[in-house]
């Protein structure tokens, strides 16, 4: 009999996607055969993993890392529908990793609801058939009153797989009490019902400021406070642009603080409205004496040492955003390395034609930032698909070599107007100190990021700082974070 846990919130970013990681993780360590699920989820950062055809489909990156976790591929029944904003309110939908339309939220309803969540419940029934425990992970408030009649995520999963319910409290943003208690009062009574406990999450200070907290809302609920996590980011990729600054504002991430100036690099990346898969820069953000900045449109380069265009959900708007900002102007000033990928690479090109295919506004051409010799063409076509390319070093990966391994999801082809180096093989393209890929997960790959960071030293005379060797890796790190927090014999999971 397989069991079933939901990792639901009383709120959005309350830590669902870190404890269903680190619960995959402890599980795996015990030898359990245990498989991450979301039912439906609304994420632009995604990856390309096989359905239980062997098609390449996609599905959120939560769910990818939570695999990973587990210890077992990743495929689409862990993330059956995903929805992927690309502005003015609409959707594009995913259903078992293919995209079937451009929805907004209300024709989605009414038109895809029944779909989804058939889809949903078959993709449950499939994984447990394989495995012995599937750890589900909720979507923002499980007490969403307007929504409970089609809360897929939440409230159809508990329903339909018989799941024990965790609920996380964010105590980071006040009110963590009042919170709780109103969660479990607008709750379905049989959902309700479900809660086996309660998990206090991103805490700042003494835990024992807490207890009476604890023990009055245990009796006022009946439901156990199991334990207190303490604030820390075990460095999971992020699900969602929420965590980023908005459009207006910078941010900087990374260790390039932990080290002197003359040991550290910053690496920009415009903060694009429609940004998408921005997990491809936490690669780089991790490795000491890198800081990852985001920037405002409007932001000149003058203080970055590289900068980095990232994927969009909406090439062609985006691009136009920077050209109203001047950033198109400010890059073709820079002198530093600049690498492209996905949407950012076919900006970087000469010109996007059949651009109203993706572009919310009627343009059929519009002028890319003309520093790479490719012109790319929209069609209806997408391409997702896991790929293994072959360096072949030029350009910003000048001194890269051997094979690097990532997926492609993207609209558009792109071609070459005159010969270039092609690094990345496929649609790449280099200058001397200009790349672009459409292969995410490239700074995944140890070769193309060391390859990357040196050209960035090196173009700054800077002496790049060692690797500590000693990191655990994220997987092990959240299910450390759940381990020293909760008594994992509280939960209900085998363990």
Not at 293 to 310: F, G, H, I, K, T
């Amino acid at each position: 009999m397989t069991e079933t846990v939901l990792v639901a919130g009383t709120e959005s970013h309350a830590g669902k996607s870190t404890v269903a990681a680190g619960l995959c993780r402890l599980l795996a360590r015990r030898g359990v055969a245990v498989a991450p699920y979301k039912a439906q989820n609304m994420s632009n950062n995604a990856r390309a993993v096989a359905d239980t055809d062997g098609d390449w489909g996609e599905i959120g990156v939560s769910q990818y890392v939570q695999a990973r976790a587990a210890e077992t591929p990743a495929d689409t029944d862990m993330n059956p529908v995903l929805l992927k904003p690309r502005g003015d309110g609409e959707s594009q939908l995913v259903i078992r990793g293919e995209a079937v339309d451009h929805v907004p939220a209300g024709s989605y309803y009414e038109t895809y609801w029944e779909e989804a969540r058939r889809a949903a419940v078959e993709s449950y029934e499939r994984l447990a058939d394989r495995y012995d425990v599937v750890v589900a992970e909720g979507a923002g408030s499980i007490a969403e009153i307007n929504l409970r009649h089609r809360d897929l995520a939440n409230v159809e999963t508990a329903r339909f797989a018989d799941a024990s319910v965790l609920l996380l409290v964010n105590v980071e943003r006040g009110g963590a009490f009042a919170s709780l208690y109103g969660t479990l009062e607008l709750m379905p009574d049989d959902v309700r019902d479900r809660v086996f406990g309660a998990i206090l999450t991103k805490f700042r200070g003494d835990p024992t400021l807490l207890e009476s907290g604890i023990d009055e809302i245990e009796d006022r609920t009946g439901v156990p406070v199991l334990g207190v996590i303490p604030y820390d980011d075990p460095g999971l990729p992020e699900e969602d642009s929420v965590s980023l600054p908005s459009p207006g504002e910078s941010a900087t991430v990374g260790t390039g603080d932990d080290v002197p100036p003359d040991r550290s690099v910053t690496v920009g990346v415009p903060r694009l409205p429609r940004i998408s898969n921005f997990t491809d820069l936490e690669p780089l953000a991790n490795e000491p004496g890198v800081r990852v900045a985001y920037l405002p449109l409007e932001s000149d380069c003058d203080r970055v040492d590289a900068v980095v265009l990232p994927g969009t959900k909406n090439t062609v708007d985006d691009l136009l955003a920077l050209r109203d900002a001047g950033f198109d102007e400010r890059l073709r000033e820079f002198t530093g390395p600049v690498v492209g990928i996905c949407g950012g690479y076919q900006m970087l090109g000469e010109r996007i034609t059949n651009a109203a295919v993706e572009s919310t506004a009627d343009h059929e051409v519009v002028d890319g930032f003309g520093l790479l010799p490719v012109e790319t063409r929209f069609s209806t076509d997408k391409r997702v698909e896991r790929v293994t390319r072959t360096l072949d070093g030029a350009g910003p990966l000048a001194d890269a070599d051997g094979t690097v391994s990532g997926y492609e999801i993207h609209m558009g082809q792109s071609t070459l107007t005159c010969p270039v180096e092609r690094p990345v093989g496929g649609e790449s393209a280099a200058t001397d100190r200009i790349l672009g890929t459409y292969l995410h997960g490239l700074f995944e790959n140890e070769n193309a990021r060391t390859a990357f960071l040196d050209a960035v030293f090196r173009t700054t005379d800077r002496t790049r700082p060692g690797v500590d060797a000693s990191r655990r890796s994220p997987y092990d790190r959240a299910a450390d974070l759940l381990a020293d927090s909760v008594p994992v014999s509280d939960l209900p999971c085998n363990l």
